[in-house]
Nanobody, 128 residues
Framework: QLQLVESGGGLVQSGGSLRLTCTASSGTLDTYAIGWFRQAPGKEREAVVCINNNGRLTNYGDSVRDRFFISRDNAKNTVYLQMNSLKSEVTAVYYC?????????????????????WGQGTQVTVSS
């Protein structure tokens, strides 16, 4: 059973940066595609970005393109989400999720039900 743990969230001022990490406390990530999602109060869970199992393919949501960057180091069993130029509207709980099918598509952002395992989430708050 894969168990995911997110870290790196916190409070940051508008324009600042944060780096989130997703690791596996149980199991290894190297065969899984990983997605980052966020959910703000009263809103649906939104796909932010995803990466395939070998890290060669990524797909970004339009709202974060050129500001957020996903990468992975399978040797360290870790996926990173670098978030730059943060704005207050990105305040949410951020979740990483793993997909047993290690592929993703750039045609669309895969929805939450395409992912098999979820972390507990980490809060990101951007003050204006």
């Amino acid at each position: 059973q894969l168990q995911l743990v997110e870290s790196g969230g916190g409070l940051v001022q508008s324009g600042g940066s944060l780096r989130l990490t997703c690791t596996a406390s149980s199991g290894t990530l190297d065969t899984y595609a990983i997605g980052w999602f966020r959910q703000a109060p009263g809103k649906e869970r939104e796909a932010v970005v995803c990466i395939n199992n070998n890290g060669r393919l990524t797909n970004y949501g339009d709202s974060v393109r050129d500001r957020f960057f996903i990468s992975r180091d399978n040797a360290k069993n870790t996926v990173y989400l670098q978030m730059n130029s943060l704005k207050s509207e990105v305040t949410a709980v951020y979740y990483c999720a793993a997909r047993s099918d290690g592929w993703i598509t750039i045609a669309t952002m895969l929805p939450p039900d395409e992912y098999d395992y979820w972390g507990q989430g980490t809060q990101v708050t951007v003050s204006s």
